[in-house]
């Protein structure tokens, strides 16, 4: 079955520090790859998403996503953490002719040291 | 502007209780979706709506009633729920294509429901 993997439960960075949330999908045909981040009492918000193209993808908020099809793997990045980014994220794929059902990560919950 | 509205944001009923979870988009998007979100875990589809028509049922309780009057609106009818039903319930929409454009699923803010 086709799975997406976020090896980190849980991350704590301190502020201003660099951060590298990982995501492994499995193998797949043309995966429909996104980032979603979900504040505390919040809903879902679409961080960026991958479709084709440029690997690298910017989204929002400074973050920015690499797609490595050898590796299957989609690494979400943002060079400085602010305390604001404390959330869950989520990693998820779709894939072309099953596009409406999405395929999630169990997500990373980072916490942000002042 | 990629914004899905849902009212209430917070619903407390009994389990003897009818009540409905509402949504709206203006996005124009034809494909409208359900999901159950527990704490800490990853969304969990329910029902996708296209073009007003029920196409995925993820098995889901007859307790839960889906409906969508329009392509802007749907609507989450609950009745005789049980304490475990309490939850996020988020609402979602996207394009309806096999290409890329119908790929992005946009999320609201949820209803966060619990069942006493």
């Known amino acids: 079955a086709q799975s997406v993997t976020q090896p980190d439960i849980h991350i704590t960075v301190s502020e201003g520090a660099s951060l590298e949330l990982r995501c492994n999908y499995s193998?797949?045909?043309?995966?429909?790859l996104f980032w979603y981040v979900q504040s505390p009492g919040q809903g879902l918000q679409l961080l960026l998403k991958y479709f084709s193209g440029d690997t690298l993808v910017q989204g929002i908020k400074g973050f920015e996503a690499e797609f490595k099809r050898s590796q299957s793997s989609f690494n979400l990045r943002k060079p400085s953490v602010h305390w604001s980014d404390a959330a869950e994220y989520f990693c998820?794929?779709?894939?072309?002719?099953?596009?409406?059902?999405?395929?999630w990560g169990l997500g990373t919950s980072l916490a942000v040291n002042p | 502007d990629t914004e899905v509205t849902q009212t209430p944001k917070h619903l407390v009923m009994g389990m003897t209780n009818k009540k409905s979870l509402k949504c709206e988009q203006h996005?124009?998007?034809?494909?409208m979706y359900w999901y159950k979100q527990k704490a800490k875990k990853p969304p969990e589809l329910m029902f996708v709506y296209s073009y007003e028509k029920l196409s995925i049922n993820e098995s889901v309780p007859s307790r839960f009633s889906p409906e969508c009057p329009n392509s802007s609106l749907l609507n989450l009818h609950l009745h005789a729920l049980q304490p475990e039903d309490s939850a996020l319930y988020l609402c979602?929409?996207?394009?309806?294509?096999?290409?890329?454009?119908?790929?992005?699923?946009?999320f609201g803010e949820g209803s966060w429901l619990t069942v006493v």
């Open positions: 193998y797949g045909a043309t995966p429909y």
């Open positions: 979602a929409s996207s394009l309806v294509g096999t290409g890329l454009s119908g790929n992005t699923i946009y």
């Open positions: 996005m124009g998007h034809r494909a």
């Open positions: 998820a794929v779709s894939y072309a002719g099953n596009n409406r059902k999405l395929i």
